[in-house]
């Protein structure tokens, strides 16, 4: 009778595990968690459909339909490398316990996450698991907001530091782990999703988000100082990178890289071309460093998703719920503004000063309470990133008690940025027959020529749901007169020291529509890179 042949040791003890939990941060490039597990033995990579995250208020469907052809892209990726990626859904905690009991884990490896409150309260929950069984949780900066940060005094300059380390490169390879099944990756991810048509909504994945990093600075991003402003230039001139940094399909840092080679190449572009392209990259490398400046305040204080940074609004608005359907539905007979939330609907993408307007107009005009148009807004924006998201929701809503309150005049937008009103008669096609002297204002419009053209108001489009001008004027006197508040100053100092930039300082009461700031002393070239945007909603870029 014959001796059975001995099993090798890796059978009779598998190696330990080096779990890299996938996120925000969808590649394999650039990827430090990836890159360190790999170096210290067999990875299983794993992304976790968590069914709870999904049906919470600002999960939308155009966001998974991103992910999910990003996650399709990552899978065939690591799959080349030796090793799938791993997709189980259910509660992070129970599906790493589950694979706990399958597997020996040497250790679980993932990038810091700044995200809502859900996923706030499910890395506590997470790292309490780690810590039940002994297992290590390395957790490694993703971009430049530093966690348990106290104070922003020299954030710059560390933001600088980390953004000039080069960019890793992925694994060479991964050792395949042959009794793991990978699972499909959902259609869905939770079935109380709802439907969300977005026929304009960027693709997702690496593959694309590096041909659109290419186009920006090969061609597209060359008017981009000057055509940003403007949803109709701004639509090709903008990065459109945003929602590729939101899920991590490419890392701040390679753009950054990218934009900094381009800067170091200008000498050899023809010279007509050089000013155009120094402006628009000075512009672009500003609003990279404003990404994480926005995010470490939600990193700082998790509590501003849902509460006022300065408690003296607390209570101050309340939200009807007729202007909100309205304003969501681009309803509000403001035509501007009802044509660009029309865009965003089918779009996912708007650029950063229209976005703002919205969010002002929500605010003041509507005088609603900044949460619940933010939701709204959080669920059409294909590159939602919270922590950019809630803290310009409250810039733009007054709330901070730190920034300078701006009241956009909406009919005035229109004539700046569309003036030969191409942009409204794209996206409210009600109002492509009225004459351009018409077109911002159709409430003023004869009935006849209502009638002539096809647009009557109240019918075929809607007049305007309140007053403007009086709205805008009772909403600045509101809001300043809380500032004027004897005690108002020292909690918006402390406000300041804790999130402001080191050169903004605190508005102080005024009418005018910029009132004086105070602050620091600093570099004129630590001062461009964190001078207060005017306006920047999620950092369309």
């Known amino acids: 009778m014959s001796t059975p042949p001995a099993l090798p040791p890796s059978v009779l003890h598998p190696p330990a595990l080096h779990i890299v939990w996938f996120k925000r941060d969808l590649r394999a490039h650039d990827h430090d968690p990836l890159t360190e597990a790999a170096a210290r033995g067999p990875v299983l990579p794993l992304y976790i459909v968590e069914p709870g995250l999904w049906q919470q208020p600002d999960a939308a469907g155009r966001h998974w339909a991103f992910i999910r052809e990003s996650l399709v892209e990552l899978r065939a990726t690591l799959a080349a490398m030796g090793q799938p990626l791993l997709v189980r859904s259910g509660d992070a ?57 106290r104070d922003r005094t020299g954030w710059a300059r560390r933001w600088d530091r980390l953004m000039r380390r080069p ?7 991964l050792r395949t782990l042959p009794s793991i099944d990978p699972d499909p990756i959902p259609d869905r991810p939770a079935p109380s999703l709802a439907d969300d048509p977005c026929p304009g909504r960027q693709t997702g994945g690496r593959r694309a988000g590096l041909a659109t990093l290419e186009s920006f600075l090969a061609t597209r991003g060359r008017p981009y100082r000057a055509a940003m402003a403007t949803p109709l230039e701004g639509e090709s001139a903008c990065s459109r990178l945003s929602p590729h940094l939101a899920y991590g399909t490419l890392s701040l840092r390679e753009v950054y890289t990218a934009a900094v080679a381009k800067k170091a190449g200008l000498a050899d572009l023809p010279a007509p071309e050089r000013p155009d392209w120094a402006g628009a990259l000075r512009a672009f490398e500003a609003r990279l460093h404003w990404h994480c400046h926005f995010i470490q305040k939600l990193e700082s204080e998790p509590a501003i998703e849902t509460r006022n940074f ?14 909100l359907d309205a304003w969501a539905a681009g309803r509000t007979g403001w035509p501007f503004v009802d044509a660009c939330m029309r865009m965003v609907t089918a779009t996912g993408w708007l650029n950063f000063r229209m976005r703002a307007m919205l969010m002002a107009v929500a605010s003041y005009q509507l005088f609603m309470h900044w949460r619940e148009p933010g939701l709204v807004l959080a669920r059409r924006f294909t590159d939602y990133e919270p922590g950019i998201h809630w ?10 008690g730190i920034n300078t309150v701006r009241i956009y005049n909406t009919i005035k937008q229109g004539r700046d940025q569309d003036p030969e009103g191409r942009f409204i008669r794209r996206w409210c096609p009600e109002l492509a027959a009225v004459p351009l002297p018409w077109l911002h204002t159709p409430w003023t419009m004869p009935e006849s020529l209502q009638l002539q053209v096809g647009c009557r108001l109240g019918r075929d489009y809607p007049r305007p749901v309140v007053d403007q001008a009086a709205a805008a004027e009772r909403a600045r006197d509101t809001i300043w007169g809380v500032r004027r508040d004897g005690t108002f100053r020292a909690t918006a100092e402390a406000i300041q020291k804790r999130h402001g930039s080191r050169r903004s300082g605190v508005s102080q009461p005024s009418r005018q529509r910029s009132g004086p700031t105070v602050g620091r002393t600093r570099s004129k070239a630590d001062q461009r890179r964190t001078a207060d945007p005017a306006a920047q909603l999620d950092l369309d870029l």
């Open 93 to 149: 905690a129970a599906v790493l316990e589950a694979l706990r009991q399958q597997h020996t884990i040497a250790a679980l490896w993932s990038h810091e996450e700044t995200g809502n409150a859900w996923t706030f309260a499910r890395d506590r929950t997470v790292a309490g698991w780690a810590r039940t069984h002994g297992i290590p949780w390395h957790e490694r900066r993703q971009f430049g907001v530093i966690r348990g940060l």
């Open 310 to 323: 300065h408690s003296a609004y607390d209570g101050l608005r309340t939200t009807e719920p007729r202007l």
């Open 391 to 400: 803290s310009q929701c409250q810039m733009q809503s007054g709330t901070t």
């Open 167 to 173: 960019a890793l490169p992925a694994p060479a390879s």
